[in-house]
């Protein structure tokens, strides 16, 4: 049965951004009531002026900060009266550039991790009680990186491994209560947080590059996840991909991830694009 998204209410987190700012307007058509949750107030208040005031309430929430995620789930029903699908989407990766775990700033790694795992299991956890209440969902922006080697981007994919993880469990333990959640694993999509790969840091384009064909690093734009994303929804998925290519490596990754590992150790050219990515992050 497809699950109606005509007036619930969906909270996103890191909805100023790419994919959330597009699935925010997906879900509106549908007919939802949005409550558009970023670091700025002004970049939600940017958004929520595309929306009937009536429909959307926009916030600024960092993620990292647990006392202001749960007042935004008590603002969302005083506001609305309920929440039913709670998407954990806000994320981050390296400010510029990218690193190593030897070479990187050790507060970065640290911050890294704390937006895109803690932050999530911050949503997750003050929006239960509701999610459970409404038998609603929690989707959770995971990533391609989740099964992907993460080098160069490893406090990026070790968090994104991670929620991938609390999320099967957590749909798991939902399982007879009605409520459900969800994996989505957008693969290179045309925003902000993917510039570096695309151009932004010439050593990360060329790793990018050299480590990967061209018909999987094509960057989709972010309208395809949304639609994805909404469609996985509406049939309450456990996972979501967009694009559809990544799906073989999801499911075979074990045989996928020896192999990837071997190439990785032996790849001259590779070592040489960490060495050099090293010696910029000393610079
Ligand atoms: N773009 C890609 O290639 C790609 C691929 C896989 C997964 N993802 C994931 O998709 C999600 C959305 O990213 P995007 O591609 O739209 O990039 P984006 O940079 O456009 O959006 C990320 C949003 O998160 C917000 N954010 C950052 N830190 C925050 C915090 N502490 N609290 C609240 N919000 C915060 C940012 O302000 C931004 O609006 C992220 O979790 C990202 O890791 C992106």
Redesign the pocket.
């Known amino acids: 049965m497809t699950y109606d998204l005509n007036d619930k209410v969906v909270l996103i987190?890191?909805?100023?951004?790419?994919?959330?700012?597009a699935t925010a307007r997906q879900l509106y058509a549908l007919g939802a009531n949005l409550v558009l949750?970023?670091?700025?107030q002004s970049?939600v208040d940017k958004l929520a002026q595309e929306f009937s005031p009536s429909r959307v309430l926009p916030v600024a929430?960092?993620?990292?900060d647990a006392a202001a995620t749960k007042a935004i789930i008590q603002t969302t029903i005083q506001r609305f009266g309920r929440l039913d699908v709670a998407f954990a989407?806000?994320?981050?990766?390296w400010r510029s550039g990218a690193s190593t775990i030897a070479s990187c700033d050790e507060a970065e790694f640290e911050k890294i991790v704390e937006?895109?795992l803690f932050?999530v299991w911050r949503t997750i956890r003050a929006a239960l009680p509701e999610i459970i209440r409404n038998q609603g969902q929690v989707l959770v922006?995971?990533?391609?990186?989740a099964f992907l080697n993460g080098l160069a981007n490893a406090p990026?994919a070790a968090s994104?491994a991670a929620v991938e993880m609390l999320t099967r469990s957590l749909r798991a333990e939902l399982a007879h209560t009605g409520a459900t959640a969800t994996v989505?694993?957008?693969?290179?999509?045309?925003?902000?947080?993917?510039k570096v790969a695309f151009g932004g840091n010439a050593t990360v384009t060329k790793m990018n590059e050299v480590g990967l064909p061209g018909w999987l690093r094509r960057?989709i734009p972010?309208e395809q996840?949304a639609l994805a994303l909404v469609k996985g929804v509406q049939d309450r998925r456990p996972r979501i991909y967009a694009p559809w290519r990544w799906v073989p490596f999801s499911l075979f990754r074990g045989i996928f991830g020896v192999l990837t590992d071997v190439v990785l150790s032996r790849h001259k050219e590779m070592h040489a694009l960490i060495q050099q990515l090293e010696a910029e992050s000393q610079r």
């Open positions: 987190t890191g909805a100023a951004g790419g994919i959330g700012a949750t970023d670091m700025q970049a929430l960092d993620v990292t989407n806000a994320g981050i990766s937006v895109d932050g922006t995971s990533s391609a990186y990026y994104k989505v694993y957008p693969g290179w999509t045309a925003t902000a947080i993917a960057a972010p996840v």
